[in-house]
Nanobody
């Protein structure tokens, strides 16, 4: 059994910062891509940022220069540092990971989601 557990969401004023964390646990051999997606009310889920096991990153244009994704491979944990937050960043943020289990099976996992609310 492999799972993702997120933490770090909350309410912040515009211009503020938040840091999200997501830890993978279970029978994990390795993890390739990890990342964050978000879904605002009435909108489709969208990519925020991803990071490979080698540290390669990809960001949505809307968050470039404000958000930073990082990971600790030893802890199977991915982070999202969000600075200069805007009201339009308000959404449920979902962690995503592609772990390979010890049985050498690649799975696609989603976290339970954490609410980020930015007030104006």
């Amino acid at each position: 059994q492999v799972q993702l557990v997120e933490s770090g969401g909350g309410l912040v004023q515009a211009g503020g910062s938040l840091r999200l964390s997501c830890a993978a646990s279970g029978s994990i051999f390795s993890i390739n891509t990890m990342g964050w997606y978000r879904q605002a009310p009435g909108k489709q889920r969208e990519l925020v940022a991803t990071i490979t096991s080698g540290g390669g990153t990809n960001y949505a244009d809307s968050v470039k220069g404000r958000f930073t994704i990082s990971r600790d491979n030893a802890k199977n944990t991915v982070y999202l540092q969000m600075n200069s937050l805007k009201p339009e960043d308000t959404a449920v943020y979902y962690c995503y990971a592609e772990p390979t289990t010890i049985a050498r099976i690649v799975v696609n996992l989603w976290g339970q989601g954490t609410q980020v609310t930015v007030s104006s």
